[in-house]
């Protein structure tokens, strides 16, 4: 089957936009599998910026299928600001579906996020207050509303009745059937829909949001996200079979960066991070909170690689580590006076390794405009060939900067028909 599965390979922020946005530009159909608008994709070409919280980054082209997939918590009211805020700046969006078996994030769960953040205080997760945990939790207790019935007002309304804990006002009950009723029309059964391109050998291109660090089951527990950004969550999140997942792109920044609360094995600060925090622009999409930055861990993009099964990386912002001499790398860390090439699945264990460090020479040239693998200075293509060999994972893809036009591909993605 004639598919990509782009994935996340640290705690988010890696990049995915860009090269979903990419890739889309081949695909029939662009999925979106999980999460909701507590994520956000910058995606930049012919001179202009956009942010994308829910929709998928194929909606940027016309003939591409974008879904919105059952694995996903969607927020109506920021689904229907998104949507108008597309058409606006002249962006087609009659080719969005969206599942009816999607979880709906309605106001209540907003304030409950506010709340359960505020009661942990310092042990808080550091959550971007968009309501997706209390959502997420309501969907394991079997007391929220799915798409399929949300878009129906007297179903609706009598979900609302029902939530005696958190009584709807007349206005916002009114703003939410305006959201149902524009959004009836992209409600159906997406599992179907996706399997029959399936099998018609369409090209479908699946992107999460968040990255492995921030999987429930796989990450920094409990310091992620509510759902499983993986490789793995897929097909439970779209209603495909298994077989589906062809090709899994592993996107990693050349360095690291993480927001929010939890540890990190190779964070660091001063000159040289705020540096890098500008010259990437690592302030978050939707949040604008700014990223902690860190050297590059092998180990993280190794625990990746085994857990979505990666089979080739998109390394991204490359770039902004001109001028930084020397380049380190974390490949291993010690815990106890012991060496280990794994992420402890306890916090307790995980906040006491200390990162295991190879120096690299750095490089001063301007790469931004490369459009080839052999034009990249020598001490780029170590650094490449560093993160090759100690993976086994090979490059496929690789960011100069921002735009569009300013990337090196080396693998020929989708199969031809």
């Known amino acids: 089957m004639n598919t990509i599965t782009v994935v996340g390979t640290q705690w988010g922020d890696e990049g995915k936009g860009k090269v979903t946005d990419y890739l889309a530009q081949k695909a029939d159909y662009v999925v979106r599998y999980q999460g909701g608008n507590n994520a956000g994709h910058t995606i930049k070409f012919e001179g202009k910026k956009y942010a994308l919280h829910l929709i998928p980054s194929g909606i940027f082209k016309p003939a591409c299928i974008n879904v919105m997939g059952n694995g996903m918590v969607i927020n109506p009211l920021a689904l229907c600001e998104e949507l108008e805020g597309l058409k606006k700046a002249g962006i087609a969006t009659k080719n969005l579906k969206i599942s009816a078996a999607a979880h709906v994030v309605l106001p209540v769960h907003l304030r409950l996020d506010h709340l359960s953040e505020e009661r942990k205080g310092s042990n808080s997760v550091g959550t971007t207050f968009r309501g997706i945990g209390p959502a997420y939790t309501d969907k394991a207790s079997r007391t929220g509303i799915r798409m399929g019935d949300f878009i129906h007002p007297h179903r609706l309304k009598r979900h609302l009745k029902s939530m005696a804990s958190a009584p709807c006002e007349d206005t916002l009950y009114e703003?939410?059937?305006?959201?149902?009723?524009?959004?009836?029309?992209?409600?159906?059964?997406?599992?179907?829909?996706?399997?029959?391109?399936?099998?018609?050998?369409?090209?479908v291109l699946f992107e999460g949001a968040q990255g492995t660090m921030l999987c429930l089951d796989h990450g920094t527990y409990p310091y992620v996200t509510s759902s499983s950004p993986t490789a793995a969550s897929v097909a439970l999140n779209t209603g495909i079979p298994p077989q589906a997942i062809h090709e899994v792109l592993g996107v990693t920044k050349a360095y690291t960066t993480r927001v929010g609360h939890g540890f990190f094995a190779t964070e660091f600060s001063g000159n040289l991070a705020d540096k890098i925090r500008l010259q990437g622009h690592e302030f978050g999409t939707t949040t604008q909170r700014p990223r902690r930055i860190g050297w590059l861990d092998l180990v993280v993009l190794n625990h990746a690689k085994r857990v979505n099964g990666l089979t080739s990386l998109a390394i991204m912002l490359l770039d902004v580590l001109q001028g930084v001499h020397p380049l380190k790398v974390c490949v291993a860390y010690q815990l106890d006076g012991q060496r280990i090439n794994d992420i402890p699945s306890s916090i307790d264990?995980?906040?006491?390794?200390?990162?295991?460090?190879?120096?690299?020479?750095?490089?001063?040239?301007?790469?931004?405009?490369?459009?080839?693998?052999?034009?990249?200075?020598?001490?780029?293509k170590t650094y490449l060939k560093t993160i090759e060999t100690l993976t086994g994972v090979p490059i496929g893809i690789i960011s100069v900067g921002p735009s569009r036009e300013q990337t090196i591909v080396l693998h020929d993605y989708f199969m031809k028909k």
């Open 175 to 203: 703003q939410l059937e305006a959201a149902a009723t524009a959004l009836r029309p992209l409600v159906e059964n997406t599992g179907e829909c996706l399997y029959k391109a399936l099998l018609e050998n369409k090209k």
């Open 349 to 380: 264990d995980y906040q006491r390794v200390e990162p295991v460090y190879i120096e690299l020479d750095g490089f001063n040239d301007d790469i931004s405009s490369v459009k080839h693998y052999e034009d990249l200075p020598k001490p780029a």
